[in-house]
Structures are given as structure tokens and as C-alpha cells.
């Protein structure tokens, strides 16, 4: 059964400064992974999906990366700024419907 | 192009009525998840639809159903409403549910409120 964990729950950190945020999983056998933004009370915001034949993607201060093998990826936001504070989900998708969502790290950035 | 679409975005209801909860996905997607995020935990797969059919369901009772229209929208039911039930409930779509490359998206979400 695919599980997926994210760390830390919670992370809070100054403006200006660059920060990494880890997903795990169990089973490697995964189509791709995506890096979702949540803010409070509204839905999820689409940030990066990685092919599991892929390492890494960018997209402005963002860069996922993938490694499959140890069933690890991480985020990394660079020079943070307060309009990033939000929950980010890290989704694991094992084919079909079955995305599995990590309980997601609530980021704090402050001015 | 719009995205994800979902109605109503607050919904009170009260123990042991019915609610329905309704999503429009994107123009050209023909699959479209249920989930449910309950506080502080995480998001829960409720059910999905492809090309009309429901594929298939996580672990609720039956009193959460479903269906899936002509047109790709759909519309989740919950009898029976219980307290635990109060949570948001978000939808997503997707071009298909196969393909390696397919992202998921979100609407902004249904925020049921059960007293």
C-alpha cells in the first residue's frame, strides 16, 4: 500500500530565505508526482508534476525534484516571500484514480 | 478557459437531511475525482468518474454517491447527513485518468457544514 509522508508538518521561515520541502513514498512504482499549493479553506493550486521517467522540473523560484529509487522528492522554493505562506501537498499518482496525497507541510513566511 | 468548477461554495445543512454537492470540470476532461478533506486531515479519495461510469470508490459508506453526466459534470450526494461529515469537499478533473503526464485539477472546493 503506497503511503506518503511529508516533513516537517510545519515550517516557518524569514523572508528572503531558501527552503526545501520533502516527500517520501513507499512504492516506487508511480506514473508521476505532483506538488500542489493549498490556501486556507480553498482548493489545491497545481505547481509542478514530474514523470516518473523525469528528475526534476522548474517552474520560476520552484524546482521539484524526483528520485524513485528512494522514494524521495523535494521542493524547493527559492527567496521566499510571505505571498508563499500556504499547505503544500505532494501527490503521488500509482495509475488511474490513485492519487495519494501526503498530508502536506503548512508553510509560515514571514516579512 | 475555466477551470474546475463547483456549487455551491457553502453549504449548512443539518444531521440526517441530504446535501448535494455539484462540479463542472474542465472543458474536454472526462475524468472527475471526489475528495474529501475533513480538518487537520488529510485528503481522502471519495470516488471517480470516467466517461459517465463510476470507476471507483475509497473507503465510505454507500450513503456518498454519485454520478457523472452526458456532459462531464458531476454531482456527489450525501444522505443521512452525520457531524463528521462536515468537511470540504473538493473536486478535480482530469483529460483522462491513464495517461502518465495527466495533472489533476482543483476547484476551489464545497465547505459542508453539518449542526
Known amino acids: 500500500k503506497q503511503e506518503v509522508t511529508q516533513i516537517p508538518a510545519a515550517l516557518s521561515v524569514p523572508e528572503g530565505e531558501n527552503l526545501v520541502l520533502n516527500c517520501s513514498f513507499t512504492d516506487s512504482a508511480i506514473y508521476n508526482l505532483q506538488w500542489f499549493r493549498q490556501d486556507p479553506g480553498k482548493g489545491l493550486t497545481s505547481l509542478l508534476l514530474?514523470?516518473?521517467?523525469?528528475r526534476e522540473q522548474t517552474s520560476g523560484r520552484l524546482n521539484a525534484s524526483l528520485d524513485k529509487s528512494s522514494g524521495r522528492s523535494t521542493l524547493y522554493i527559492a527567496a521566499s516571500q510571505p505571498g508563499d505562506s500556504a499547505t503544500y501537498l505532494c501527490a503521488v499518482n500509482t495509475g488511474g484514480f490513485k492519487t495519494i496525497f501526503g498530508a502536506g507541510t503548512r508553510l509560515f513566511v514571514k516579512a | 478557459e475555466a477551470g474546475v468548477t463547483q456549487s455551491p461554495t457553502h453549504l449548512i445543512k443539518t444531521r440526517g437531511q441530504q446535501a448535494t454537492l455539484r462540479c463542472s470540470p474542465i472543458s474536454g476532461h472526462t475524468s472527475v475525482y471526489w475528495y474529501q478533506q475533513a480538518l487537520g486531515l488529510g485528503l481522502q479519495f471519495l470516488l471517480w468518474?470516467?466517461?459517465?461510469?463510476?470507476?471507483n470508490r475509497g473507503n465510505f459508506p454507500p450513503r456518498f454517491s454519485g454520478r457523472q453526466f452526458p456532459n462531464y459534470s458531476s454531482e456527489l450526494n450525501v444522505n443521512a447527513l452525520e457531524l463528521e461529515d462536515s468537511a470540504l469537499y473538493l473536486c478535480?478533473?482530469?483529460?483522462?485518468?491513464?495517461?502518465?503526464?495527466?495533472?489533476?485539477?482543483f476547484g476551489s472546493g464545497t465547505q459542508l457544514s453539518v449542526l
Open positions: 468518474y470516467d466517461e459517465g461510469e463510476e470507476r
Open positions: 514530474i514523470q516518473s521517467s523525469q
Open positions: 478535480a478533473s482530469s483529460f483522462t485518468a491513464a495517461s502518465r503526464n495527466e495533472k489533476l485539477f
